[in-house]
């Protein structure tokens, strides 16, 4: 029997001039989920990221401390959306998604790919 993921994002902007705003709960289910987390040693360069084909979604850890530039690619060619050094990502695919690229500037970042 397949698991159940759910990821649920929630927030508040507070300070502005009207008070504040709430962010969500915005929330991304998978009823056919699998158990899987991937921790990476990155390389320079180029790394290919296989996306489980139960997958709907992954969230990119990275080290609290990180100043290596990372980009997330589509394929070897694209010139990247650069990606927070520290704070996590979180990425919603579509079921097609096979594989994308992290490109790193530097080897040896511990990366924690957490898939729902």
């Known amino acids: 029997m397949p698991a159940t993921s759910q990821v649920t994002i929630t927030g ?7 008070g ?17 987390v991937t921790d990476l040693s990155s390389l320079n360069g180029d790394n290919t990221i ?8 992954v969230i990119i850890s990275l080290p609290a401390g990180n100043t290596t530039a990372l980009k997330l690619k589509g394929a070897s060619g694209d ?3 650069s990606l927070h050094l520290t704070n996590p990502s979180v990425l919603s ?13 530097g080897a040896g970042v511990a990366i924690t790919f957490m898939w729902f």
């Open 50 to 57: 296989a996306v489980p084909s139960w997958a709907i979604g």
């Open 79 to 81: 010139t990247g959306v």
């Open 12 to 18: 508040v902007k507070a300070g502005l001039p009207f």
């Open 20 to 36: 504040s705003e709430s962010i969500g709960p915005l929330t991304i289910l998978n009823t056919a989920s699998g158990d899987a």
């Open 93 to 105: 695919l579509p079921a097609s998604q096979t594989t994308f690229i992290l490109n790193v500037a």
